[in-house]
């Protein structure tokens, strides 16, 4: 069974910058799209970035398009988000999830396909 876990979350000042890792355990990662997700209380679960199976194609909501960046490395089955300029209002608690059947381009919106889910990382944009 796939497990995922978050790490790399923690306080930043604005402008700062943060690189989160989800790694897989239990199966390789490859046979799965990635999507990061981030939630703050109250509100619903929000899409953030996308990665497909071979990592040739990405996709990123509009609010954080040109500062972060998702990646991945299948050799060492980790998942990377790499989050830059980072504002007060990427604050939230971020998530993780893989799933082989659904498509990159429509894992953003689709948050409730996901099979596999991680714990969550906190991260706080704070001066």
């Known amino acids: 069974q796939l497990q995922l876990v978050e790490s790399g979350g923690g306080l930043v000042q604005p402008g700062g910058s943060l690189r989160l890792a989800c790694a897989a355990s239990?199966?390789?990662?490859?046979?799965?799209?990635i999507g990061w997700f981030r939630q703050v209380p109250g509100k619903e679960r929000e899409g953030v970035s996308c990665i497909s199976k071979s990592a040739t194609s990405t996709d990123y909501s509009d609010s954080v398009k040109g500062r972060f960046t998702i990646s991945r490395d299948n050799g060492k089955n980790t998942v990377y988000l790499q989050m830059n300029s980072l504002k007060p209002e990427d604050t939230a608690v971020y998530y993780c999830?893989?799933?082989?059947?659904?498509?990159?381009?429509?894992?953003?919106?689709?948050?409730?396909?996901?099979?596999?889910w991680g714990q969550g990382t906190q991260v706080t944009v704070s001066s």
């Open positions: 239990g199966r390789t990662l490859d046979h799965a799209a």
């Open positions: 999830a893989a799933d082989p059947t659904i498509a990159y381009y429509l894992c953003l919106l689709n948050p409730n396909r996901f099979g596999s």
